[in-house]
């Protein structure tokens, strides 16, 4: 089989099955686990698919009002991730009372955060099963109907939950940051969700990694104005990076 008869086959299994590891591709193709890397690279160089820890998974397009299931989240960019939680968590203190979202990074964040004095509302399962552990942290729950994409709560109450409280820092994910049309969400409910934690919040914190800068997504949560730093990795465009902090606004990245 030539290369790119490999390569294109590769990503209509992609494609079909939305995921796919490399031990898989490489038993289906009879070549090395070494030669799928090189193929998965190749075809993420021509957006074809997105590379993840120990596979590939299809590129969703910034319109798709899919939410996508946390299985394929959580083993997507995942070193990015992880290295924004990390920054993340300098930026919390004793006492603090935070919002983290039902994202990957937000549970990544949960699972590195100190067992300090703090209160940390959520909607998030995995964020709360997460933190039950830690025994100075207080752990506020939104309630709600269950999303099981998400493992997380949404819909009018935990909408109202929200609006009961109010913390001094958000952390929040997005699937999509656009220079002119702001952050915005796959999936309605999530955005309002969220919208609701950055409307609760004094300061707003952005976690995305380089992949969801410049992209709109089907939900939009709010303009650029509500952000007050954005996290994301070494890997943004420079270019962007500038248009951003010509905005005025901070970022750091890792």
Known sequence: MLVAERQQKIVELVNDRKSIRVTELSSI???TEETIRRDLEK???DEKLLRSHGGAI???KPNDSMEIPYS???ITNV?????ISLEAIKLVVEEDKIILDASTTAWYMAKALPDIPMTVLTNSIKVAMELSVKKQITVISTGGTLSPKSLSYVGPLAEMSLESYHVNKAFI???GLHLE????ESDEQQARIKKKMIDSADSVYIMVDHSKIGLQSFARLNG????????????????TMKQLTDRSLKLIKV
Do not use: A
């Open 79 to 83: 070193l990015e991730k992880k290295e």
């Open 72 to 74: 394929e989240r959580e």
């Open 43 to 45: 075809l993420e160089n």
């Open 173 to 175: 994910s997005c699937k």
């Open 58 to 60: 299809r590129i969703t």
């Open 224 to 239: 650029l104005d509500v952000i007050d730093c954005i996290i994301t990795d070494s890997k943004i465009d420079p270019r």
């Open 181 to 184: 049309r702001g952050i915005s």
């Open 29 to 31: 193709f009879s070549v």
